[in-house]
């Protein structure tokens, strides 16, 4: 059991690049979201769904784009990448709302130049 | 904006000394949750403590909440150099289970052995 999987573990863009960061969970779980950790921050969520074709801005969510055609994947692209993007991204989910706990994966620590 | 706020941000003790972290948070809550973030790693869940409990045990972990002065604690007994770690609560506003988990900035716990 794999559990939530991100990809890629590291990543480096230049400024205006765009990419996207991939999430999946193999545990059927409705809820998904997408978090930003920057030193003396803490946790931001960006973007998160309760289910495939329902998504939701979080606090941070410009400059982020998010869709879930699935139950397994949720997906957060970058259309064009900004100095100020550069962070420690983790992908987490839970089985139905925010009463259990969140399974978070390992994240994607990503640098823009 | 960012719900939760623990106390202190860095702790240091030896092995064997007991760690407490207290976390405050500004609205009314469905539940309170704590996680640990071993460097570099994911968020891996500690405890979920639900507005209506007052206390919750697991192993040597132990979280009290206080709704009437909106704080938690997290007490770790008997401390190893493993404990080591960054710990965060995380707050669900009542009527929001499906909406966000607000992160507070964290507690940076240093056991020396």
């Known amino acids: 059991n794999a559990g939530v999987t991100q990809t890629p573990k590291f990543q480096v863009l230049k400024t205006g690049q765009s990419m996207t960061l991939q999430c999946a969970q193999d545990?059927?779980?409705?809820?998904m979201s997408w978090y930003r950790q920057d030193p003396g921050m803490g946790l931001r969520l960006i973007h998160y769904?309760?289910?495939?074709?329902?998504?939701d801005q979080g606090e941070v969510p410009n400059g982020y784009n998010v869709s879930r055609s699935t139950t397994e994947d949720f997906p957060l692209r970058l259309l064009s990448a900004a100095p100020s993007q550069t962070s420690v991204y983790f992908c987490?989910?839970?089985?139905?709302?925010?009463?259990?706990?969140?399974?978070f994966g390992n994240g994607t620590r990503l640098t823009v130049t | 904006s960012q719900q939760g706020e623990e106390d202190p941000q860095a702790l240091s003790i030896q092995e064997g000394e007991n760690a407490t972290m207290n976390c405050s948070y500004k609205?009314?809550?469905?539940?309170l949750q704590w996680y640990r973030q071993n460097s570099g790693r994911g968020l891996v869940h500690l405890i979920l403590?639900?507005?209506?409990?007052r206390e919750k045990h697991s192993g040597r972990l132990r979280v009290t909440l206080d709704t009437s002065k909106k704080s938690s604690s997290l007490l770790i007994t008997a401390s190893r150099a493993a404990d080591t770690a960054s710990y965060f609560c995380?707050?669900?506003?009542?009527?929001?289970?499906?909406?966000?988990?607000?992160f507070g900035r964290g507690t940076q716990l240093t056991v020396w052995p």
């Open positions: 769904s309760v289910g495939a074709g329902i998504t």
């Open positions: 545990m059927n779980h409705e809820y």
């Open positions: 609205t009314s809550i469905n539940n």
């Open positions: 987490a989910s839970t089985p139905a709302g925010l009463t259990s706990p969140l399974h």
């Open positions: 995380a707050t669900v506003d009542r009527g929001s289970t499906l909406g966000r988990l607000y």
């Open positions: 403590i639900r507005s209506n409990e």
